[in-house]
């Protein structure tokens, strides 16, 4: 999320002005290119799925990896906490504490979970934050006990992976374990105006990707690098890590539990937010181009390997993009297959088709659907969207 999103969102009336002057001058160095207008869809609404809990700054719902049908928040100033999926649960408690150690202002905090695929067994789970004094991103393992009551060990706290941030926005902040047992982590480009370190599409670089590593070898350290990353065994340099490229802050990602397919949200510059499907290797673009126009250089841009976002919106619909999820739950058979995101300023809350090779449909659900910072899935696939006011919504017919 831009930093500068917070104070849009609440004074909301200012950026409609901006947006008619000084922004939309920077808009227009580039001619317009936006997907087909979407389809208005009727009769969906929010509703509060745990209406006795709210919660400070949410920015991640993942279920507890050991079948237990409770649910893990984390709040962006540093804090877990666990609850069961029920609506009417009544008590959220604190799995983890780690405000003292985690920078929150702006974009900044703990900003990602995932419990390893062997949970049950090992206990094993992991976090992603963002500090001060140095600036820095830290991958973090813990250890939790498995019976009963989740607490964790507090001597298991063990660094997987921590490097620099030349800025203190652009965190990305994203980790989840891909359906090959592998964590993928998402970074931004470091943060100021227009990647000015060009970090983006330089492949020694931790920033502006996603990442991969095999957390269950150690010769980086407390990793491994996966045979078949794109960079994998390389001499000239390059991240091994680098699973794909060429990404501004990829704030959200998620895996198709179907079809295993990974799709990003992408957040924009000035003109465009974007919906990528990530593939191995791949470059998307960013600082050459915006979603699909040019922006550094102006023309000439596409060397011609850069891969196009499967969808793209301008500021008209949003200004920063909280990527989704592919619904494959039961309550809503309408949207079954269908990439539900949204949009963090306007609320706007859509859905989308996309087949390759065939014409994506984009259906707008909600023309204000609050502050949604991000999409969680439980184990059933049913699908939350997180209010950074402090509420878990979920979708519902108004039939």
């Not at 090992?122 to 973090?140: D, M």
């Not at 039961?330 to 300023?345: E, I, N």
Request: aromatic share 10%.
């Amino acid at each position: 999320m831009p930093r500068i999103v917070r104070n849009i969102r609440q004074n909301l009336g200012v950026f409609t002005v901006l947006t008619g002057g000084a922004m939309l001058l920077l808009a227009t160095d580039h001619p317009k290119k936006t997907n087909a207008p979407d389809r208005q869809a009727a009769n969906w609404k929010l509703e509060n799925a745990f209406p006795n809990l709210t919660f400070s700054r949410p920015v991640e719902f993942t279920p507890v990896g050991d079948n237990s049908n409770r649910i893990c928040i984390v709040e962006q100033e540093g804090r877990i906490l666990v609850f069961e999926n029920t609506t009417t649960a009544k008590k959220a408690t604190v799995f983890l504490d780690v405000r003292n150690k985690v920078s929150s202002e702006g974009e900044m905090g703990l900003l990602g979970l995932a419990f390893h695929p062997d949970f049950r067994n090992n206990g094993y789970f992991y976090t992603y934050h963002t500090k001060r004094k140095p600036l820095e991103t830290v991958i973090t393992r813990y250890k939790a006990s498995t019976a009963g009551e989740l607490v964790v060990i507090p001597s298991s706290e063990t660094v997987v992976l921590r490097f620099d941030q030349p800025y203190d926005n652009h965190n990305g902040g994203k980790i989840a374990f891909g359906p090959d047992g592998y964590l993928y982590i998402s970074t931004g480009d470091g943060g100021a105006w227009g990647d000015p370190h060009g970090n983006a599409q330089n492949r020694s670089s931790w920033l502006g990707k996603i990442l991969r590593i095999d957390v269950n070898r150690s010769e980086k350290g407390n990793y491994g690098i996966p045979s078949d990353n794109p960079f994998s065994g390389n001499q000239e340099g390059l991240r091994e890590e680098i699973y794909a490229y060429g990404l501004r802050n990829p704030w959200r990602f998620s895996f198709d539990r179907k079809t295993g397919q990974m799709w990003a949200g992408d957040v924009g510059q000035n003109q465009f937010e974007e919906i990528d499907i990530i593939t191995k290797g791949g470059n998307y673009g960013w600082r050459l181009k915006e979603a699909s126009v040019c922006y550094n250089p102006r023309k000439d841009c596409n060397p011609g390997h850069l891969i196009e976002p499967i969808h793209q919106y301008s500021r008209d619909e949003g200004v920063s993009i909280s990527g989704g999820v592919v619904y494959r739950g039961t309550r809503h058979p309408d949207l079954l297959g269908k990439y539900l995101y949204a949009d963090y300023v306007s609320g706007k809350v859509w859905a989308l088709s996309h087949e390759a090779g065939k014409k994506t449909d984009n259906q707008l659900l909600l023309a204000a659907g609050g502050t949604i910072s991000a999409f969680g899935e439980d184990a059933t696939g049913e699908v939350y969207l997180l209010d950074h006011q402090g509420t878990i919504q979920r979708l519902a017919s108004q039939n």
